[in-house]
């Protein structure tokens, strides 16, 4: 059989490790950027419902109103963020320049008897609030037939 291979143990155990330590590395830094950027966080959100209405908050510090986008479909709500930072910097002849854009959406399934003529949305301090007011629930009698 000359086109077997043979490993050694000790050389699979080596391997193994070795893609665990990259799959570890890898996960744990994109968590942490995820983590550290803090943009559209899940606790973030906070999604009300009662009887009369819906209410979707998210405080969106730092974020002016004209990088927010509310969307209304016919059975959800999207909410859409952009942010931009930049800074700069200077170290004597080097100009140093940093410019950070990051993009968020979320989805929000409406309810069967949302009120879609009066939702609205205010943002104030930081923090978006989307109110979807609810309409009676109608029932409607079947008839039976013979």
């Known amino acids: 059989m000359p086109n077997v291979i043979s490993w050694k ?3 699979i155990a080596s391997l193994r490790g070795h893609m665990e330590d990259f799959f570890d590395n ?3 830094r994109l968590s942490c950027s995820c983590l550290e950027s803090g943009f559209m966080d899940a606790t973030d959100w906070q999604i009300d419902e009662d009887d009369n209405r819906l209410l979707v908050t998210l405080q969106a510090p730092d974020v002016a109103s004209e990088n927010i986008d509310v969307t209304l479909t016919e059975d959800s709500i999207t909410i859409r963020i952009q942010k931009e930072q930049s800074a700069t910097r200077d ?3 080097q100009t140093h320049q940093e410019r950070v854009y990051q993009s968020s959406s979320r989805s929000v399934r409406l309810p069967v ?3 879609r003529d009066e939702v609205s949305a205010r943002f104030a301090a930081g923090v978006l609030t989307v109110e979807v007011p609810k309409t009676e629930k109608k029932t409607h009698k079947i008839p039976i037939n013979p």
Do not use: I, L, V
């Open 9 to 11: 143990k000790s050389e």
């Open 26 to 28: 890898f996960f744990h």
């Open 91 to 93: 170290e004597g002849e």
């Open 113 to 115: 008897n949302a009120n």
